[in-house]
Structure formats: C-alpha cells, structure tokens
T-cell receptor, first 111, second 115 residues
C-alpha cells in the first residue's frame, strides 16, 4: 500500500460545480498535512495547510479525519482557473520527519 | 516572498555525461530537497539536507550525489547520466521555525533529457 494515496482522476466538472478530493495516508503517526496545487509544467505551490479542526480559505475547505486517516479538499463554485493537479502532502515521523507527496489528482473545470 | 531558483529550465545531455543541477534559495532556510517528478509516480525524494555540508539519502539516491557547501545553495550531481534519468527535477526548501514551518517552497524545475 502506498504511504499516501490519491485518486488520479481526472475530474471533469463544469464551472460553478462543487468538487471534492480525498487522500488517504497509511501512517497513523503522521502529524502535519497540506494540499499543494501544481499547474501544467509548473512547480507545486502550497494551497493550504490542513488542521485538525478543518480550515477554510475562500472557496476551498480542507478537512482532516485522523480516525479514518484521510484528508479532503472541497472546492466550491469551481472556476476555469482551478484546473490543475492537486497534491496531498503528509509529514510523517521517520527519524526527523519525512514529507510524502501523493501522486496528485487532476482537475479540469470546463466552461 | 520565498524565492527558489534553479540554474536551468531545460537541459539536454548525452548518456555518460556528468550533469550539475544548481538550486539557490534566498530565505535562509535550513532544509533543502531534490525531487524528481515523473508521470504517474508523483514526486520522489532523491536527497535532502538539513544543514550546510550535511546530506541524507531520500528514496531514490542511486545514480545521484549532492553538495551543500553554502546554506543557500544545494547542488544535484548526476555522475554519469543515463536515459532513465530523463525527468523533471524540482528543488525545494523549507524552514522548521516560525509559522511556515514544514511548508516546502519549490523552484521552477529543470526538465532534463538524456539522449
């Protein structure tokens, strides 16, 4: 089993739709969690951190479920500019900390 | 704003050549990382460094070495390039202190093709 797993998609949604991605992680001792966004042929950039209490940034909401070991990202009112690959990132204790990137979920928002 | 720069955006080399990829960050970050990214495989960690002159192997260090002589600079070296090292190489940096602790900031990437 991969340490961090994501549905690769692609998710094809119309503008204005709500879309949700999940990401599961295998190490229950994992301590910090992030969503990154990567545009085609560009570097990954931090979208948001994921806190235990959940957090929201505009149209984006991230949630953490420690019991089931997954994090989620909800995008409301999708825009064309949201089209990108979304990477789930987990920091796991491994002699210091190890940062593990999921392979990403691709989103296409269409007019 | 954190800035991570990489020496080349595109690079074409021949099999057997020695290849140097340079990465510089301007935010005094302690930690620096080298990844490669391939379709369907995501980012895989090659090497990382938590301090000057310090290096640790990541998940796929074979065929690579690194150098960190100064805090701001982390170099990836392909001793003898092979075609299976054709990939996108991404450098990142992070700090363990402050509110941005653990967040990795990436350079624009170097797309390396080995012929």
């Amino acid at each position: 089993r991969k340490e961090v797993e994501q549905d690769p998609g692609p998710f094809n949604v119309p503008e204005g739709a709500t879309v949700a991605f999940n990401c599961t992680y295998s190490n229950s001792a994992s301590q910090s969690f992030f969503w990154y966004r990567q545009d085609c042929r560009k570097e990954p950039k931090l979208l948001m951190s994921v806190y235990s209490s959940g957090n929201e940034d505009g149209r984006f909401t991230a949630q953490l479920n420690r019991a089931s070991q997954y994090i989620s990202l909800l995008i409301r009112d999708s825009k064309l500019s949201d089209s990108a690959t979304y990477l789930c990132v987990v920091n796991t204790p491994a002699g210091g900390f190890k940062t593990i990137f999921g392979a990403g979920t691709r989103l296409f928002v269409k007019a | 704003d954190v800035k991570v720069t990489q020496s080349s955006r595109y690079l074409v080399k021949r099999t057997g050549e020695k290849v140097f990829l340079e990465c510089v960050q301007d935010m005094d970050h302690e930690n620096m990382f080298w990844y490669r990214q391939d379709p369907g495989l995501g980012l895989r960690l090659i090497y990382f460094s938590y301090d000057v002159k310090m290096k640790e192997k990541g998940d796929i260090p074979e065929g690579y070495s690194v150098s960190r002589e100064k805090k701001e600079r982390f170099s990836l070296i392909l001793e003898s390039a092979s075609t299976n090292q054709t990939s996108m190489y991404l450098c990142a940096s992070s700090t363990t202190s402050g509110t941005t602790g653990d967040t990795q900031y990436f350079g624009p990437g170097t797309r390396l093709t080995v012929l």
